[in-house]
């Protein structure tokens, strides 16, 4: 463990730093609501593009798979250039990428504008967090990180339903022209109110109780838990209609649900996760196999069924931020490079979690895939848990000095252009 080093000011006002939240939560939104677009769109892209379904589905695949490569080799290349112009040039490649798509006559060149976007996304992914939480006092980064995280849960429950909605009513062309003039609107922003520093200067550039070890179990921790929640999120359609018995029609009402919950729980965290590190770890990995178990357990059960659902919802949105906030606190070496590999973590354990769901659901039935699921995430907890036994405590140590922090809010900052 590293010594806390005193907070630094911020390098903008508080008025300037939240409209920069802002921006940055609206473009996070818009990234998570391009990836999934074509999921949304597949009846509407197949046939104008000439193509099955299967093959409009490849372009979630192909993208997400460049998040996964990508994350840390951009990551080391950009690591001296100045977040400014890094997110900007992310928001301005996936508006004009967006708009290619829009435009492209056929599906091998929206393929090639998706990858396009995807390689933004995985710069920008792993950028965004420690450049926005270190133009704020150090005492309030994790409720930052929970407002960036309320755009990743606002896509599935608002983007992805009305960019469909658009598409049925225009074309799915319109769509993806919408979600471009958006990123250029977040490009602007940026350019205008970001300040021009380099990263090594950033507020958040470093992690204060570097470890090593500590970050090992974190990327532990975090592999297992999405590949556990991601079980049941790519299965969850099947299940709520073979096990609990609803149709296809009340699909998208029960997904509102669990991701209107989602919101509230990316919320909720953020009032906690500054003073309360590992106990919102704690609660929300305990909270989702709990809610993964009563699923298994009572699913034939409709509205006991609903409610799990939503819990499940809930405790799932927490934990992008609260593991988001301990990779700031903890990353042996800078913050970026720390989050470009839990990016990468991330994503292999979406990847895992379907490939672990398909598994459960060829040899015994999509019935235990809830409980297989939580018996992954029951294992990321007994891990974070092994971690605090054996390292001294981070609750105690991650809090500054009311002094220190009175001295840091109290100062006066002038932007820095």
Request: proline share 7%; glycine share 10%; net charge positive.
């Amino acid at each position: 463990m590293t010594e806390t080093p005193r907070p630094t000011r911020p390098p903008v006002d508080e008025r300037r730093a939240t409209i920069i939240l802002v921006a940055m939560a609206l473009s996070t939104f818009l990234f998570v609501t391009v990836e999934s677009l074509p999921a949304g769109l597949l009846t509407l892209m197949a046939p104008d593009l000439g193509r099955s379904t299967s093959q409009i589905g490849l372009l979630v695949t192909g993208y997400a798979l460049v998040v996964l490569v990508a994350s840390v080799p951009l990551a080391h290349g950009t690591r001296r250039v100045p977040r400014r112009w890094l997110l900007s040039g992310c928001a301005g490649l996936a508006a004009v990428s967006t708009l290619w798509a829009a435009l492209a006559p056929g599906y091998d060149q929206v393929l090639l504008a998706r990858l396009v976007t995807a390689s933004a996304q995985a710069l920008f992914w792993v950028a965004v967090v420690p450049a926005t939480t270190g133009l704020f006092p150090p005492l309030v980064r994790g409720k930052v990180m929970a407002r960036l995280a309320v755009g990743n849960s606002l896509a599935p429950v608002i983007g992805v339903p009305l960019g469909t909605w658009l598409g049925e009513q225009a074309s799915w062309r319109a769509t993806f022209l919408a979600v471009a003039g958006l990123s250029l609107v977040v490009t602007l922003v940026v350019l205008a109110l970001f300040p021009t520093l380099p990263p090594a200067q950033g507020g958040a550039s470093r992690a204060p109780l570097a470890s090593a070890r500590r970050f090992g179990f974190d990327l532990v921790v975090t592999g297992l838990m999405v590949t556990g929640a991601f079980g049941i999120i790519t299965f969850v359609t099947q299940y709520l209609i073979e096990i609990v018995g609803y149709t296809q029609s009340d699909i998208p009402r029960l997904l509102l649900i669990q991701g209107g919950a989602g919101v509230v729980g990316a919320v909720i965290v953020g009032r906690f996760l500054d003073r309360h590190p590992v106990r919102a770890l704690f609660a929300a990995l305990g909270v989702l196999a709990a809610a993964q178990l009563a699923l298994w357990a009572l699913g034939e059960q409709r509205v006991t069924a609903v409610v799990a659902l939503a819990v499940v919802g809930l405790a799932f949105s927490t934990l992008p931020p609260v593991l988001s906030h301990r990779v700031m606190l903890l990353s042996p070496r800078s913050t970026t490079m720390g989050m470009a590999l839990s990016s990468s973590v991330f994503n292999l354990g979406i990847a895992a979690g379907s490939g672990m769901g398909a598994a459960v659901v060829e040899l015994v039935g999509v019935r235990t895939v809830p409980f297989a699921s939580a018996v992954l995430v029951l294992l990321a907890l007994a891990v974070a848990l092994l971690e605090e036994r054996f390292s001294p405590p981070l609750g105690s140590v991650a809090q500054r000095p009311v002094d220190d922090i009175a001295d840091d809010r109290d100062g006066k900052t002038a932007p820095t252009v």
